[in-house]
């Protein structure tokens, strides 16, 4: 609802302000916490700096791709992207990671296929939009798990990486007279400074209640943000939803129960075995 606000505004502009105003933020933040040491730590390890500009990348083109989404009116898109994410993370465990996905798993995972093969056969064209949100986050996730900073100092390290390519995009733009800066309300230019800490709140959020539940409970939760966007997508802003699209969505959705009631099962019997 918030990028609908700004679909006056060019997807790729709206990145470019999320980033720089995120950046802000975070630092804001950082300084009230005084964690500064590991910038200095940062120096000796081009490692390390590589793979958060690799992040870096990954989030910069989820963040295009769903603001673009949205305002060019494929919400529905989006959130079947969202729904298919946890999936892609179970085939990522298995064949980067090495992880041994259980057989209902895996299960869930060729129903979900089907869903995307489905869509893709009534397009005409796979879903694109889906597919780029669900790997791009697939893989950022990846890269964060493995990564040696926390949850801020991650955020903070990638958005300082895009910042310096954020402002010479807004300089060129804001000179050639294309930019909101220049040309946009008041109303457009407070949406777009508060992208910072509607991007980086929520992001935040995230990483600390992860560390506080369970897996199978994280995975259950983020099925309600796709929902969200899938209901507003169809009741809200009428997006044009064919009875034959329903299929795919039904396969998907299945998947999920069966990913998720085979998670609470196995956690259940794990924690009963332990007792």
């Known amino acids: 609802m918030y990028f609908h606000l700004l679909s006056n505004v060019a997807a790729f502009e709206v990145v470019l302000h999320r980033t720089l105003w995120s950046l802000l933020f975070l630092l804001g933040l950082l300084s009230v916490r005084g964690r500064w040491s590991w910038l200095g730590e940062l120096a000796g390890q081009p490692r390390v700096l590589a793979a958060f500009a690799l992040s870096a990348t990954l989030l910069a083109v989820n963040w295009l791709t769903y603001i673009w989404s949205v305002t060019h009116h494929h919400v529905l898109d989006s959130s079947l992207g969202y729904f298919i994410l946890p999936l892609v993370n179970v085939a990522i465990g298995f064949f980067v990671l ?3 996905p259980r057989r209902y798993q895996w299960v869930a995972v060729c129903v979900a296929a089907s869903g995307v093969l489905w869509l893709a056969f009534q397009a005409g064209h796979p879903p694109w939009i889906a597919l780029v949100l669900a790997l791009s986050f697939g893989f950022y996730g990846l890269l964060r ?9 991650g955020l903070v390290l990638e958005t300082m990486l895009l910042s310096p390519l954020a402002i010479i995009a807004l300089a060129w733009l804001s000179w ?3 930019s909101a800066l220049v040309s946009a309300d008041p109303f457009t230019l407070t949406w777009l400074v508060l992208a910072g800490p509607l ?3 929520p992001l935040l959020l995230f990483a600390a209640g992860a560390r506080r539940i369970s897996l199978t409970t994280l995975g259950i939760l983020q099925y309600i943000s796709p929902t969200l966007q899938f209901g507003l ?3 809200f802003y009428k997006e044009a939803f064919e009875p034959a699209r329903m299929v795919g969505f039904l396969l998907i959705w299945l998947a999920l129960v069966v990913y998720s009631v085979e998670g609470w099962q196995f956690s259940r019997s794990r924690h009963q075995s332990s007792v």
């Not at 798990?145 to 100092?153: D, F, H, R, S, Y």
């Open 233 to 235: 997508g169809v009741w």
């Open 98 to 100: 090495r992880e041994r």
């Open 145 to 153: 798990k493995v990564a040696v900073l926390g949850a801020l100092e």
């Open 176 to 178: 050639q007279g294309n």
């Open 199 to 201: 991007t980086a709140i």
